[in-house]
């Protein structure tokens, strides 16, 4: 007969509860929020990124890659829809 072996997983540490005072923080959890919001129109979309870059919460190359994420996940969602419509 074999044993099997256990193996411990870690626990995860709990974060700080002081990172949600954070204002970056939240701001940046606002920003994916408005994002990913399939309610929320483009234009507040891109104007929502473009606000956390000049407030510098995010960079510059990510603002393009959220930008670039943001119509790619339109597509992806448009695509989903006529599947479903099918």
């Not at 701001?27 to 956390?52: G, H, P, Q, V």
């Not at 959220?66 to 992806?76: A, F, G, H, N, S």
């Amino acid at each position: 007969m074999t044993s099997a072996k256990v193996t411990r997983i870690p626990t995860a540490k709990k974060p700080n509860e002081n990172y949600v005072d954070d204002p970056k923080i939240v701001k940046i959890a606002m920003l994916s929020l408005i994002l990913t919001d399939k309610n929320t129109d483009y234009e507040i979309k891109r104007l929502s990124i473009m606000a956390a870059l000049r407030m510098k919460y995010i960079t510059e190359e990510e603002a393009n890659q959220l930008l670039l994420y943001r119509v790619e996940l339109e597509e992806y969602r448009k695509h989903e829809d006529e599947d479903l419509s099918s």
